[in-house]
């Protein structure tokens, strides 16, 4: 089945869906099909989030894609990556409040990871690209609690 089209999200939505997965662990990304290092870290996440699904882990991944160039950048993206999960698009706002909203110590920029343990809680940030390894460690620990 090809994946879905991608939506646009506020913070607020953002905020909201994590709320909705409580009993799970969220893995929420930030990237863009323009960010090279995202396009690296993108598949290992589809990968993970297929071996880690089962045990709880759910996906929030949003992309910083402009939306004027979510049809011809993101959707033709999406329909080759085939990720397990829907993908959002950040709407446009002010791009400080949506961060701050996000995480104060956060500058915006991607890729950029937040988890959320199962009580929906913050638990770990990184700012910076995470390879498969670093991914599945956190994972490991936030899954197995």
């Given at each position: 089945?090809?994946?879905?089209?991608?939506?646009?999200?506020?913070?607020?939505?953002?905020?909201?869906?994590?709320?909705?997965?409580?009993?799970?662990?969220?893995?929420?990304?930030?990237?863009?099909?323009?960010?090279?290092?995202?396009?690296?870290?993108?598949?290992?996440?589809?990968?993970?989030e297929k071996t880690y699904r089962d045990r709880g882990l759910v996906?929030?991944?949003?992309?910083?894609?402009?939306?004027?160039?979510?049809?011809?950048?993101?959707?033709?993206?999406?329909?080759?990556?085939?990720?397990?999960?829907?993908?959002?698009?950040?709407?446009?706002?002010?791009?400080?409040?949506?961060?701050?909203?996000?995480?104060?110590?956060?500058?915006?920029?991607?890729?950029?990871?937040?988890?959320?343990?199962?009580?929906?809680?913050?638990?770990?940030?990184?700012?910076?690209?995470?390879?498969?390894?670093?991914?599945?460690?956190?994972?490991?620990?936030?899954?197995?609690?």
């Amino acid at each position: 089945s090809s994946p879905e089209p991608a939506r646009l999200v506020n913070a607020r939505g953002i905020k909201e869906l994590i709320a909705h997965h409580e009993g799970k662990v969220v893995l929420l990304n930030f990237w863009a099909t323009w960010c090279p290092p995202c396009l690296v870290e993108f598949p290992e996440i589809v990968a993970l989030e297929k071996t880690y699904r089962d045990r709880g882990l759910v996906v929030i991944s949003v992309s910083a894609d402009p939306p004027e160039r979510v049809e011809t950048d993101l959707n033709p993206f999406l329909q080759k990556a085939n990720p397990g999960f829907p993908v959002y698009v950040r709407k446009r706002e002010d791009p400080e409040q949506f961060t701050r909203a996000i995480d104060p110590h956060w500058t915006g920029k991607i890729p950029a990871t937040f988890f959320y343990d199962r009580e929906g809680k913050p638990s770990v940030r990184r700012y910076s690209p995470m390879t498969r390894e670093e991914l599945e460690k956190i994972l490991e620990y936030l899954l197995a609690e």
